[in-house]
């Protein structure tokens, strides 16, 4: 595991570079950093972006066959992932998806 360094981390120039440099190939990110990116990160097999909602241009410009990409959310206070959405077989545009919080023995 590799954590960017404070001074880099609203860089988006210097922090792909140092996430290549480093070997990274897992990326935990919100979607609006990596929208900025402004150089490619070859070596990232899977992408965890979860805090926002994720465009489509961002799945677009990101998501390959050999890259897997997810959206992840969870409720900011308890700083989870409750949700996850596999967004790379959604190449030809994103589905919308509802997620629903009932209680025991509760239907819809």
């Given at each position: ?52 909602m994720c465009p489509q241009a961002v799945v677009y410009r990101w998501a390959t066959p050999s ?42």
């Amino acid at each position: 595991m590799w954590v960017a360094p404070r001074e880099i981390t609203a860089d988006p120039d210097a922090l792909p570079r140092a996430l290549v440099a480093h070997g990274v190939s897992v990326l935990h990110a919100v979607p609006t950093l990596l929208a900025l990116f402004s150089v490619g990160l070859p070596g990232v097999r899977l992408i965890n972006l979860g805090g926002e909602m994720c465009p489509q241009a961002v799945v677009y410009r990101w998501a390959t066959p050999s890259r897997r990409m997810f959206n992840t959310y969870g409720p900011t206070e308890a700083t989870v992932s409750a949700s996850i959405e596999v967004s790379a077989a959604a190449l030809d545009g994103l589905p919308s998806s509802q997620a629903y919080a009932l209680a025991r023995g509760a239907s819809l």
